[in-house]
């Protein structure tokens, strides 16, 4: 180092270097400089140990000759603050150092040699907020560091409540509601005389088995890495809950009564000594299955119990979280039950109507769950047979009010058909295709940008970068109904449509699972889809969306993430 006079600084008062992380995947240097002193902004470096950096936004700073290096230089005053992404932090290390270079001279002539500073972060430590985030909201890295807070606090007294809180929230999404027909059916096959107490006894033991297989999927997610939800959606698990859903709706239809296979339901009779426990380990068994349709749908407080059983690998911790946010999607199931002896119908025609509506509702269900493997025209085909079967039974039934639903369901079937006959492959809009220009026009807004490596997306931002456009970043999956609904009915929305025209648009497929599509979830600490990344002007990440949106909340977070 260049002895100086006494008149000059030392170099860590000249240029006081400090550090901070504002995020999962941000930090922030920052140097304070004296006055009279100046630093280089080519003789920035940053380098880390324990974890991998992306690439630094530097701001502006002043052109200017300097005799010393005899050609223009950029250097700062007063002070600079540099943001690094954190592309990647090593999950078996308790902690990280950040080792930041940098040099700068005196204006009276002195220049110093390069200085490096260190420091070191809890690999799963961050700046955190306080106040917790809505029940059921889709989070910010702020927010989601607010979850991860809790967690690592360890007290139970807090992460409980928190938890429940947030899966009530979750109840009501397209990934919890399909079990409300399927307890309904349970709980109606007991017939007209069911009471209160028993409804709520059934409707708990499913709730029980939910949350038990779902808190052990969660646990294996955390510990085994991000593939399982991939492994949850291939066709043949979805194909074998599909075909048992169907099966379980022929009871409603009276060709069976609802229960566990015979054999099963013998060896569990003998074991109680009653049917009574039989039927209610049967009923768990239910719920233990039913848990395979809610396991791969991501959302962030799942995203956050994972994330910290990755890292920590307490189970136990990562486990009671999760298990408190199962029994809080389970609310609605608990109040179904709990309402059986006063909502549902005693006995008549009406018993048998709600039957036979929950027995197609189970059919639906079951379709629903394996659309992400049948062909756009398959679907169709069986949404068309299914809605014109149902209304064509309605018809034939008595009543105003039934007649008119049965050709409501027979036109909307119909259209189905026409819109496959005429080579429409949207279930959701089957005769959009025949205004062929104004599909056209309005598929063109939402065209994304498909990249399969984290090398071709830093390309991509890059680009972005040069270009002074923001970039959104969707993580998406053949096998994931949610990604396939935000893809269908909240980005089509015109509002959101003429937004996302302004923005770089870019697309992960992770269906295949394969170790490409592992690095890029990794890279941004996600266990699966739907997710979306939100980049700034410099392709700095400026938030996030995990899980499924509708058009009111992705609007919001469009406006409050996306600035064009």
């Not at 995203?303 to 990562?318: H, P, Q, R």
């Not at 390309?459 to 609904?485: H, I, N, R, T």
Request: proline share 5%; aromatic share 8%.
């Amino acid at each position: 180092m260049a002895h100086a006079d006494p008149e000059f600084l030392d170099p860590e008062q000249a240029f006081q270097f400090s550090s901070k992380q504002v995020g999962p995947d941000k930090i922030e240097v920052t140097y304070i400089i004296a006055d009279g002193y100046y630093m280089y902004r080519e003789r920035f470096k940053f380098t880390a140990v324990g974890a991998t950096l992306g690439e630094p936004v530097i701001p502006k700073g002043t052109i200017h000759f300097d005799e010393t290096f005899g050609k223009n230089v950029e250097t700062y005053r007063h002070s600079i603050t540099v943001q690094i992404p954190i592309i990647a932090i090593d999950p078996a290390q308790a902690s990280w150092t950040l080792t930041s270079r940098g040099q700068g001279c005196s204006d009276q002539g002195l220049c110093y040699a390069p200085l490096d500073s260190t420091q070191h972060f809890d690999s799963g430590a961050f700046k955190l907020g306080s106040a917790p985030p809505p029940a059921g909201a889709n989070v910010s890295p702020d927010d989601t560091d607010q979850l991860k807070n809790s967690l690592q606090s360890g007290r139970l007294i807090i992460i409980m409540p928190l938890f429940l809180l947030l899966g009530l929230g979750l109840a009501f999404t397209p990934c919890v509601l399909p079990m409300v027909p399927i307890l309904s059916s349970i709980i109606v096959g007991e017939g007209a005389s069911i009471s209160r107490r028993r409804g709520f006894i059934l409707s708990l033991s499913y709730s029980l088995g939910m949350a038990i297989v779902y808190t052990a999927l969660g646990i294996a997610a955390g510990l085994l890495g991000e593939g399982l939800a991939a492994a949850l959606q291939n066709p043949w698990v979805l194909g074998a809950f599909g075909l048992l859903l169907v099966g379980l709706s022929l009871s409603m239809f009276d060709v069976y009564q609802l229960q566990v296979p015979a054999s099963l339901q013998s060896k569990l009779t003998d074991a109680s000594g009653r049917q009574s426990s039989g039927k209610l380990v049967g009923v768990f068994i239910m719920g233990a299955i039913s848990a395979l349709i809610v396991g791969p749908c991501v959302a962030a407080p799942l995203a956050s119990a994972l994330l910290y059983i990755s890292k920590t690998g307490n189970v136990f911790i990562g486990g009671t979280a999760l298990f408190s946010m199962a029994m809080g999607m389970s609310v609605p199931l608990l109040l179904v039950g709990l309402s059986a002896g006063t909502l549902l119908p005693r006995a008549g025609r009406w018993m048998q109507a709600v039957k036979q509506l929950f027995g197609v509702l189970m059919l639906a269900v079951a379709l629903w769950l394996v659309s992400p493997v049948l062909p756009a025209w398959l679907q169709m085909l069986c949404w068309a047979g299914l809605l014109i079967g149902y209304g064509v039974f309605l018809i034939r039934s008595s009543g105003t009010i039934r007649k008119a639903c049965a050709v409501v369901l027979c036109l909307l079937g119909a259209t189905e058909l026409v819109g496959l006959a005429s080579g429409g492959r949207d279930v959701f809009a089957p005769l959009a295709h025949i205004n062929s220009t104004a599909s056209a026009e309005k598929n063109a807004g939402v065209q994304f940008k498909r990249i399969k490596s984290t090398q071709e997306l830093q390309q991509a931002l890059l680009q972005a970068k040069a270009e002074g456009k923001p970039v959104m970043l969707d993580f998406y999956a053949d096998w994931c109904v949610s990604c396939k609904e935000m893809e269908k009915l909240t980005f089509t929305e015109p509002g959101i449509h003429a937004k996302l025209g302004q923005v770089v648009l870019l697309q992960a497929d992770v269906t295949a699972n394969s170790d490409d599509d592992k690095a890029l979830l990794k890279q941004f600490n996600l266990f699966g889809p739907p997710g979306i990344i939100f980049f700034d002007l410099q392709s700095n990440e400026s938030g996030r969306v995990i899980g499924f949106e509708n058009t009111e909340k992705f609007n919001q977070s469009l406006n409050k993430f996306i600035k064009t």
